[in-house]
C-alpha cells in the first residue's frame, strides 16, 4: 500500500534520497481500510435488511469474523405485531422487532441454589447487541441501536470451544454415529472430525451422538424376530412360553450349526452368559469341537428363567432337531445340581461334568462365613485344600487329600463336601473326570471365549433385534476365521524334519495338524517309559505311569490321555516298540482325528440351500414351585419400580410417611419377620399425621403391623365406608410352616404336567406374511452395579499379585497409625476417633475384661504410653492395670483355631502381631520371607 522508490548507485548500493514515501499514498490506503471495516460490520444504525433470511447470514458473517456469538434476547412476531397495528408488513421480515444480545449478556443471571452445587453460566452482563425493527413502510428490518462493548476475552481458540461451534453437521454427525456403532476409539474419531470439519468435539460429545443413535431401536418385537432369524438367516426356529401368553425362550439353529453337531456330536459345551439384552435373558451357547480343535456353535437359545423346566425345554428342543444326539458322551456345563439332574434326564447315555472354573467358584461362594457360621481362617484353610483336590491328577491323590480334609475341615464344611461334591467327584476332579472322553477338556474356556467375542460387538443391554443382528455378525466372522484356518491346511505343509516313512510323517499325514501335535509328543515321550509288566492272567501288560498302575495293551491304554483323546498314547508305542511291532497303525487313532473326515465335514468345500421352520411349544397350567433367587429379583423388581414411582407421585408429606413405612418394611424383612399390611380409618392415625394429609389422598391409611400364627395365612376384611371395619391383608410368617414356604411360588410346568406342543406349521424362508404369535415379551430390567472380588481368585482367595509390599510392619507405621491402631484395642472405634479429635477418654468407656483385649497390647514392638495423653487420669488406671492382668494371667492362643500356641509350631502376622499355628495359615514352614502377614491383613 506504501509505494517505496529506491535508487541503486553504480556499486550496486542505495543512493542517498533514493527511498520515498508518497503520503498521499497512505492517506487513500486508509480510506480502504476503513471502507473493509464497513462492509464487515453491516450493523450501522440505520442499515435496513429486505428479508430475516438476509439479516441471519449477515450476522452469522460477523460472528464468525468476530470470533462472538449472539442470541436473540428478544421478539416480536409479524403476527402479533399485525393485531395492533393497521400497517403492511412484510411477510418475510418474519419478526417485527428482535433484539440480538451476546451469550455472555441478555439477562442477569440469578442462581435460586444454595451454592452446595459448582454451578456455572456464560451470563456476564455482557452490554452488545443489535436491536432491529420494521421500518415505517414495513418493508425491511432496520438497525435501531448496536453496541459492540464487550466485558469478556474475544479469541478464535475460545470462539471454537462454545458449544454452538461444537455442533456437527447432519453427515458428519451420522458418519460418527457409524464409527461408534463400529465400536471405533472415541479419541480416534475425535482427531478424524477435527481434521474433516475443523471443529472441536469433546469426548462426551461422542458418547451422546452414540447414545442418541440408539435410541428408538429397542422394540423387543417377537414377531420381528422370529421373521428375521427365519427369513434372513435360515433358521430352525422354536418359541416357548406359558399358559398366559408370555414368552419364556427362544431357540435357534441353522443348517450350518446342525451340519457341525452332527459331525462332532461327542462332546459338547453348554453356558451362558449375561448382560447382552436389556430384557435380562440369559443367552445359552451349545459348542462344538471339531478335527483341528476349533470350537464351532452348534445353537443358540434365550430363556426368560433358569429353571428345571425352561433347561429341560432347551435340551428336548436341541434333541428335537439334532437326531445324533444318542451319540453325544460328554457335556461340559456349571449348573447347579437340579439343573444337572435335568441335563442326565435328557441325555442319559452322556456323562454331565462340571467346569474346573464353576467349581471353584462354587466352593468360594458356599463356603462362607455367614452361610457354614465358620470364621475366617477355617474358610481360607478349607478353600485352599478344596483347591488342591480339583487339581487331583489321581484317585489316590485325592484320596490323601480329603483324608487331610476331614481332619482339618469343621464339622458344617465336611457335611456340606460330602452331601454335594464327594459322591460326584468324577464329575469335578481334574484328573477323575479327564478319563471320560472329554478330549482334555476340563473348562468352559472354549465357551468363554466366544462369550468374550459377543461382548465386544454386541452392547450390553441391546434390544432382541439388535442382539440377533450383531449374533450373526459375530457368528460370520467366527466361521470366515475358521474357514481360513481349514484352507491354509490343506493348501499349504507343515516342514517336517522326519523321513519319509516313518512313523511319524505317517501320522502326521494322516492326522490333522492339531491331532498329530498330541500323537507326536507321545512318540517323543516313548523313552521315559521304563517298565512294562506282562499280566498273563489279563492277556495285557501293566506299566507305571504317575498316574498309578494301567492295562495297557497294542490297541488300547487305561491311562487318561488314550482315554479322553481316543489317540495313541506313549505307553501303546513303548509296548508295539518290544513287541517288534510297527508304530504306525491307522487303527490306532480314531476317524475324527484323520484329514479325509476333517475335510468331509467343512463348510468350505461343500454348499447347500437353507431352508427354516417355525413350530411354537406353550406349557399347561403349571404347578407351585420354589423359585429361585434371580426368578425372585426379576418379580421383585417390577413391583418395586412401580411402588417408587406410586411413592414419588404424592405430595411432600405423605412421600415422607410412605418412605419412613418402607423403612420399617425393610428393616423387619433384614431381621428376619414378617408384617402384614393392616388399613385402619383417618381417626386411627396420630394427630399430626391427619393434619397433613390433603385433600387429593384417600381417607384410608395403611399401617405395619407383625404376622401372628393366630391369623389365616391370606385374609381380607373389607371394611365398611366409614372406616370403622379395618382391612387386614395377612400373610403368615414364612419360618413357622412348610405352607408358608410356598408363599413365594409361581405357577411352573415341573413335576408330572407335561408341556403341550403346538407346531404352528413349517415356513419356508420365503414366506413374506406370517401371522403374529401373539406373545407377550417380558419388561426391561434395570442395570445392576459391577460384581464384587475383582482382587479375588476364582475360588476367593487374595491374588497373587497383590504383594504384601504395599503393607506395612507394625513397628515401621507412622506413630499416628501406632495410636490409632492402640486406642481400638481399649475402646469402641467411634471413642477411638472423639478422642483423636480431642476428646479425653473417661473410666466408663475403657473395655475392662482382659480377654476382649488382643494379646498384641504385650508385644514388645508396642508402647502403650504413646496413647497416655488421650485417656483421663482415672481411665489410663484401669489401662494399665488391665495390661498388667494379661501379662501376669495370660494365655498365648491361635488366632483361628483358639487352641495354645505352645502346642504345635506358630508364626505371628508383623501387621496386626496376632499368632497363628502353621496348620491353621495352610503352611508347614517357617517362611523365607522377613516379615509374614495374615489372610486378613492381606485383604
Not at 467358584?361 to 463356603?367: D, G, K, L, S, Y
Not at 462369550?451 to 465386544?456: A, E, R, S, T, W
Not at 410412605?658 to 383417618?682: F, Q, T
Request: aromatic fraction near 8%; charge should be neutral.
Amino acid at each position: 500500500l506504501v509505494e517505496i522508490s529506491l535508487t541503486i548507485g553504480p556499486k550496486g548500493g542505495m543512493e542517498d534520497g533514493a527511498c520515498t514515501f508518497h503520503e498521499e499514498d497512505v492517506a487513500d490506503t486508509q480510506q480502504e481500510v476503513e471502507c473493509e471495516d464497513s462492509n464487515d460490520n453491516p450493523f450501522a444504525v440505520g442499515e435496513c435488511f429486505e428479508t430475516f433470511d438476509k439479516l441471519e447470514v449477515a450476522v452469522q458473517k460477523y460472528e464468525e469474523y468476530h470470533f462472538v456469538k449472539f442470541w436473540k434476547r428478544d421478539t416480536r412476531t409479524i403476527e402479533a405485531a399485525k393485531k395492533r397495528m393497521s400497517r403492511p408488513l412484510k411477510s418475510q421480515l418474519k419478526y417485527y422487532e428482535v433484539r440480538y444480545c451476546c451469550i455472555h449478556g441478555g439477562q442477569q443471571f440469578k442462581s435460586q441454589g444454595k451454592g452446595l452445587r459448582n454451578t456455572w453460566t456464560f451470563k456476564n452482563n455482557c452490554t452488545a447487541h443489535i436491536s432491529l425493527r420494521a421500518n415505517e413502510n414495513g418493508s425491511a428490518l432496520q438497525v435501531k441501536s448496536v453496541s459492540f462493548d464487550h466485558n469478556h476475552e474475544i479469541s478464535q481458540e475460545l470462539f471454537k470451544h462454545l458449544p454452538q461451534r461444537r455442533q456437527l453437521s447432519t453427515a458428519m454427525r451420522e458418519k460418527a454415529a457409524n464409527l461408534l456403532q463400529m465400536k471405533a476409539n472415541k479419541k480416534l474419531v475425535q482427531q478424524q472430525i477435527f481434521q474433516e470439519s475443523g471443529n472441536v468435539v469433546l469426548l462426551k460429545d461422542l458418547s451422546n451422538i452414540a447414545a442418541i443413535s440408539k435410541k428408538g431401536k429397542s422394540k423387543n418385537d417377537l414377531d420381528i424376530c422370529v421373521s428375521l432369524l427365519m427369513d434372513k438367516y435360515g433358521c430352525d426356529v422354536q418359541v416357548y412360553s406359558d399358559d398366559q401368553g408370555n414368552f419364556q425362550g427362544l431357540f435357534f439353529q441353522d443348517k450350518m450349526m446342525k451340519e457341525v453337531f452332527e459331525a462332532y456330536p461327542e462332546i459338547i459345551f453348554v453356558d451362558a452368559t449375561y448382560k447382552l439384552l436389556d430384557l435380562g435373558l440369559p443367552t445359552y451357547l451349545v459348542l462344538s469341537e471339531d478335527s483341528n480343535g476349533q470350537s464351532e456353535i452348534s445353537a443358540a437359545c434365550l430363556l426368560v428363567s433358569e429353571d428345571a423346566d425352561s433347561i429341560k425345554w432347551m435340551f428336548n428342543t436341541f434333541k428335537q432337531c439334532n437326531g445324533k444326539w444318542e451319540t453325544i458322551r460328554v457335556v461340559m456345563a456349571d449348573k447347579d445340581l437340579k439343573e444337572r439332574d435335568v441335563i442326565k434326564q435328557c441325555l442319559p447315555k452322556a456323562m454331565v461334568l462340571i467346569c474346573l472354573f464353576h467349581t471353584l467358584r462354587t466352593f468360594r461362594r458356599e463356603v462362607s462365613c455367614d452361610k457354614l457360621g465358620i470364621s475366617s481362617g477355617q474358610r481360607t484353610m478349607c478353600l485352599e485344600l478344596l483347591q488342591k483336590m480339583a487339581y487331583a491328577t489321581t484317585d489316590n491323590e485325592y484320596t490323601g487329600l480329603y483324608v487331610q480334609f476331614q481332619k482339618s475341615a469343621p464339622k458344617e464344611v465336611l457335611n456340606y463336601f460330602n452331601e454335594s461334591w464327594h459322591p460326584i467327584k468324577n464329575e469335578w476332579v481334574l484328573g477323575l473326570k479327564s478319563s471320560s472322553g472329554s478330549f482334555l477338556n476340563a473348562t468352559n474356556n472354549r465357551l468363554e471365549c466366544i462369550n468374550g467375542k459377543l461382548k465386544q460387538v454386541i452392547d450390553r443391554h441391546s434390544s432382541l433385534e439388535d442382539f440377533i443382528s450383531k449374533f450373526f455378525v459375530v457368528l460370520t466372522t467366527l466361521r470366515t476365521e475358521r474357514d481360513h484356518k481349514t484352507a491354509v491346511m490343506f493348501q499349504k505343509v507343515k516342514a517336517q524334519c522326519f523321513q519319509q516313512g516313518t512313523a511319524e510323517s505317517d501320522y502326521a499325514k494322516l492326522l490333522t495338524s492339531y491331532a498329530a501335535a498330541f500323537v507326536l509328543k507321545q512318540i517323543g515321550l516313548v523313552s521315559k517309559v521304563k517298565e512294562i509288566k506282562e499280566d498273563s492272567d489279563n492277556q495285557c501288560y501293566k506299566v507305571k505311569t504317575s498316574e498309578g498302575e494301567v492295562q495297557v495293551t497294542e490297541f488300547d491304554c487305561g491311562c487318561i490321555f488314550h482315554q479322553s483323546m481316543l489317540l495313541p498314547c506313549r505307553h501303546m508305542f513303548a509296548l508295539r516298540k518290544v513287541l517288534c511291532k510297527p508304530l504306525y497303525d491307522p487303527h490306532l487313532c480314531d476317524n475324527r482325528w484323520t484329514c479325509v473326515y476333517y475335510r468331509s465335514t467343512q463348510r468350505l468345500f461343500a454348499s447347500s440351500s437353507a431352508s427354516s421352520s417355525l413350530a411354537v411349544t406353550t406349557s399347561k397350567p403349571k404347578d407351585y414351585r420354589k423359585l429361585s433367587q434371580h426368578e425372585k429379583y426379576r418379580k421383585a423388581v417390577v413391583l418395586t419400580s412401580e411402588l417408587a414411582s406410586v411413592a414419588s407421585g404424592a405430595s411432600s408429606i405423605h412421600f415422607q410417611r410412605r418412605i419412613k413405612l418402607l423403612k420399617n418394611l425393610i428393616v423387619h424383612w433384614k431381621n428376619g419377620e414378617e408384617v402384614s399390611l393392616v388399613e385402619v380409618g383417618e381417626d386411627s392415625l396420630d394427630e399430626s399425621c391427619s393434619d397433613m394429609v390433603s385433600d387429593e389422598e384417600p381417607s384410608n391409611k395403611m399401617e405395619l403391623v407383625m404376622a401372628s400364627s393366630e391369623m389365616p395365612e391370606t385374609s381380607v376384611t373389607q371394611g365398611s365406608s366409614s372406616g370403622q371395619s379395618p382391612a387386614v391383608i395377612q400373610q403368615q410368617s414364612m419360618t413357622t410352616s412348610q405352607s408358608s414356604i410356598d408363599a413365594v411360588t409361581q405357577w411352573s410346568s415341573g413335576g408330572h404336567t407335561p408341556a403341550v406342543s403346538k407346531n404352528l406349521g413349517t415356513m419356508s424362508s420365503g414366506t413374506k406374511s406370517r401371522e403374529p404369535l401373539g406373545i407377550k415379551m417380558p419388561v426391561k430390567i434395570k442395570k445392576r452395579g459391577r460384581p464384587k472380588g475383582h482382587n479375588l481368585t476364582t475360588i476367593g482367595l487374595p491374588c497373587k499379585k497383590r504383594r504384601e509390599n504395599s503393607l506395612c510392619t507394625f513397628s515401621r507405621l507412622h506413630t499416628s497409625e501406632k495410636k490409632k491402631v492402640m486406642l481400638n484395642w481399649f475402646v469402641d472405634k467411634s471413642v477411638a476417633q472423639d478422642a483423636l479429635d480431642g476428646k479425653l477418654i473417661e473410666e466408663e468407656q475403657v473395655e475392662c475384661r482382659p480377654e476382649r483385649v488382643p494379646n498384641s497390647v504385650l508385644d514388645e514392638n508396642v508402647d502403650v504410653h504413646l496413647i497416655r495423653s488421650y485417656f483421663t487420669d482415672d481411665a489410663w488406671l484401669i489401662v494399665e492395670d488391665m495390661r498388667a492382668r494379661k501379662a501376669e494371667f495370660t494365655s498365648w492362643l491361635c488366632c483361628t483355631c483358639q487352641h495354645d500356641l505352645h502346642s504345635q509350631a506358630s508364626i505371628i502376622c508383623e501387621s496386626c502381631l496376632r499368632w497363628y499355628h502353621f496348620q491353621c495359615v495352610g503352611i508347614t514352614a517357617q517362611p523365607k520371607k522377613k516379615n509374614w502377614f495374615c489372610r486378613s491383613c492381606l485383604k
